[in-house]
């Protein structure tokens, strides 16, 4: 089973409009941490945004923010005012509790190309 | 304060050359992760170092790959005898326990992209 689903292959937003890129989960470990990445054409992988499973508060940073649903193992990326600058590939991904097998290692999920139009 | 590093940006190989990769992680770090990510896919984790220490190696890592961190502090991935298969962009990131508020956020260097002909 896939353990991090992204099922929007490409989303297209306006310029300036706000835009939600979908990701589920699936763990059994109590404890992990759900990260979100951009990767522009360029390749680099950017850190955007954590969200930890214990956190009781959405994570916000500038115009990122999540809405962490627990229950429903879903974590989505809302991106606020959208620019041109943010068309890239935008990826999912979930680092489990630590254990003797598991030492942080994430797993992405498929990714979700999103274009910015002006 | 640097990012993760890595060297070469773009490798051109014959099948059956050796070829390695080096990544230097953010100089506090003292975990470091390999993957490797193929077009349209999201990244694969090859595997972890723990300061000098490997402590875990996917099921990818065939025996064609080894990698080192002799000193904890940068790593090399050296793949023998490349395939056509191992063209991909591979992938250093790097993170330390405690850091970011105690996320242990990876950080990733630009990767190293690697075609075989």
């Known amino acids: 089973a896939q353990k991090i689903t992204q099922t929007q292959p490409g989303m297209f937003v306006q310029e300036k409009e706000a835009v939600t890129l979908d990701c589920t989960y699936d763990t059994s470990d109590q404890s992990y941490g759900l990260f979100w990445y951009k990767q522009p054409s360029s390749g680099e992988m950017i850190f955007l945004i954590y969200q930890g499973s214990y956190d009781e508060q959405n994570a916000t940073e500038g115009r990122y923010s999540l809405n962490f649903q627990k229950a429903r193992k879903s974590t989505n990326l809302v991106i606020s005012a959208s620019q041109l600058g943010d068309s890239a590939m935008y990826f999912c991904a979930m680092r489990e509790g630590l254990s003797g097998t598991s030492y942080g290692k994430l797993t992405f999920g498929q990714g979700t190309i999103l274009t910015v139009h002006p | 304060d640097t990012g993760v590093s890595q060297d070469p940006r773009h490798k051109i190989t014959k099948r059956g050359q050796n070829v390695t990769f080096r990544c230097d992680p953010i100089s506090e770090h003292n975990r470091l992760y390999w993957y490797r990510q193929t077009l349209g896919q999201g990244p694969e984790f090859l595997t972890y170092?723990?300061?000098?220490?490997?402590?875990?190696k996917s099921r990818l890592l065939s025996d064609r790959f080894s990698a080192e961190r002799p000193k904890g502090s940068f790593s090399t991935l050296e793949i023998q005898r490349t395939e056509q298969g191992d063209s991909a962009m591979y992938l250093c990131?790097?993170?330390?326990?405690?850091?970011?508020?105690?996320?242990?956020?990876?950080?990733f260097g630009p990767g190293t992209r690697l075609t075989v002909l």
């Open positions: 170092f723990q300061n000098e220490a490997q402590l875990e």
């Open positions: 990131a790097s993170s330390s326990p405690g850091s970011e508020g105690g996320t242990d956020t990876q950080y």
